[in-house]
T-cell receptor, first 113, second 114 residues
Framework: AQKITQTQPGMFVQEKEAVTLDCTYD???????LFWYKQPSSGEMIFLIYQGSYDQQNATEGRYSLNFQKARKSANLVISASQLGDSAMYFCARDQGAQKLVFGQGTRLTINP | DAGVIQSPRHEVTEMGQEVTLRCKPI?????LFWYRQTMMRGLELLIY????????DSGMPEDRFSAKMPNASFSTLKIQPSEPRDSAVYFC????????????FGQGTRLTVV
């Protein structure tokens, strides 16, 4: 099975610092998409950012950016100027064709005041 | 649009009972997905539909699980009979037919089978 690996079960960061959440993936497909979702304690899944495998630029959305290294098969999420509200579970996912997603196990991020 | 709507938000049922989870996708979306989230297995895809047709149900754990999509605005996931190991959060998600678009998730249904 093609896997998504998030090696950091938990991360603790001081407020206002930047944080990088790691994600590596398996694939033999030439074309694919990578997604990051946030799951706060309330439980909903919130889409954050998308990177296509053929995109020339790293994706950015506000304070979120994606450090995409295709040769290394990594798609790390960078959150700049972290806020208390960023405390949540973060999931990396890859599409497996036809929009269906396979998810990593997630990283629990805690922002300390 | 109100987003993906799931009901109920919480369900507690006794082992052996039938459970039906409901989902209304975002209007105009061609794809509908049912995911299950547990501590042990994380988020896993159970089944997905394209234009109301089931495309891949390989993630459905066993015959006790079934899903239908009678029209573009409604889908159900049924468990009959339910077992304690079915306790999980079940998410419905929908997306459009365009490549590179994200899936929008509902709030989830937290199922507890006692």
């Amino acid at each position: 099975a093609q896997k998504i690996t998030q090696t950091q079960p938990g991360m603790f960061v001081q407020e206002k610092e930047a944080v990088t959440l790691d994600c590596t993936y398996d694939t033999s497909d030439p074309s694919y998409g990578l997604f990051w979702y946030k799951q706060p304690s309330s439980g909903e899944m919130i889409f954050l950012i998308y990177q296509g495998s053929y995109d020339q630029q790293n994706a950015t959305e506000g304070r979120y950016s994606l450090n995409f290294q295709k040769a290394r098969k990594s798609a790390n999420l960078v959150i700049s100027a972290s806020q208390l509200g960023d405390s949540a579970m973060y999931f990396c996912a890859r599409d497996q064709g036809a929009q269906k997603l396979v998810f990593g196990q997630g990283t629990r991020l805690t922002i300390n005041p | 649009d109100a987003g993906v709507i799931q009901s109920p938000r919480h369900e507690v049922t006794e082992m052996g009972q039938e459970v039906t989870l409901r989902c209304k996708p975002i209007s105009g979306h061609d794809y509908l997905f049912w995911y299950r989230q547990t501590m042990m297995r994380g988020l896993e895809l159970l089944i997905y539909f394209n234009n109301n047709v089931p495309i891949d149900d390989s993630g459905m754990p066993e015959d006790r699980f079934s899903a239908k999509m009678p029209n573009a605005s409604f889908s159900t996931l049924k468990i009959q009979p339910s077992e304690p190991r079915d306790s999980a959060v079940y998410f419905c998600a929908s997306s459009s037919n365009e490549g590179g678009t994200e899936a929008f998730f509902g709030q989830g249904t937290r199922l507890t089978v006692v």
